[in-house]
């Protein structure tokens, strides 16, 4: 079960990342977290950037709405949507992730 928190007008989640993937796609659940494989390598912070505008892209936000608030140099980082509210999120992510249940 994936843990959405609302904090600071904005969701907070955490996220696994899996850098140098043939491709970036969000992946499903890992261990409390959103499992997402990244095309680009963990270098000059290109996995960083590539994982905040693929999940903008995918979720339909703008890409300077998700941060990650730590785990700058980790595959686990604590990331967050501005602006959006638990159960929006889920929403979201729902359509890429079927059979995932979302904590809120």
Known sequence: M????EKDGGV???VKAQPRS???????????????SLKAA??????NVECC???AKSLGVASSRVRILS????????LTIDGMGAAEAATLFGEH?????FDL
């Open 2 to 5: 994936v843990r959405l928190k």
């Open 97 to 101: 992730l079927e059979s995932v249940e």
């Open 12 to 14: 907070v989640f955490f």
């Open 71 to 78: 785990g700058h140099s980790s595959r686990i980082k604590r």
């Open 42 to 47: 963990p270098v000059d912070d290109a996995a």
């Open 22 to 36: 043939s491709r970036s796609a969000i992946i499903g659940e890992y261990d409390g977290k959103i499992k997402i």
């Open 53 to 55: 505008r693929f999940l």
